[in-house]
């Protein structure tokens, strides 16, 4: 008698990718869009939490992104990333909200929440205290610039991926990051005697950037 075929593990399947998933969406499965959702909130609530400053607004633009993206997904042409489209549309949520109105001031309180929801471990507190001190500066650039900084110097991207979500020449991004670091210098010099600083801040958008 002959044995049933084996049916392959999870690590041999071959795995599902993020433009796979979105053109099951396209053609109607209900639940493909469900599982982009999930491998990329936490990093889009991120990069709306840092660009945005205020918890209640990040959670907004995110939804309104990730809506947006479900109904928009049949003009998704693959010439980029799926997550760099979905990095475009959150921070076009964002950037509209920050026209559209002024940001309420955030409670220390939502911060430290945030930050917590975020950045779990024994380095808790400084990560906390650095966050809260560079989301106070970065409320003080404009909107543009903030998205440069936000991509580049807190998510870890390079410039040239900045620029495909930004859609905007590399160049453009070089500028707005030099002149959002030239404002951000002054208000944040005293962190640079902070040693830990520039270890947290690296470990912290490596990890967002992969996941």
Known sequence: MNSP?????AADRPAVTDADLLTAHINGDPHA????????????????????????????????????????????RGEAAVTTWLHRIVVNACLDR??????????DDELIEAAERETPGPDQTLEREVSMEVSAALKMLPADQRAALVLVDMMGYSVEDAAQVLEVPSGTVKSRCARGRAKLAPILSHLRNRSDLNRVSSAKGAELRDG
């Open 5 to 9: 075929p084996e049916t392959p593990s």
């Open 33 to 76: 869009f469900s599982e982009i959702v999930k491998r990329h909130r936490d990093r889009m609530w991120a990069v709306a939490l840092r660009t945005l400053g205020d918890p209640d607004e990040a959670a907004d633009a995110v939804q309104d992104a990730f809506v947006s993206a479900y109904r928009k997904a049949a003009t998704f």
């Open 98 to 107: 920050m026209r559209r109105k002024s940001v309420r001031p955030v409670a």
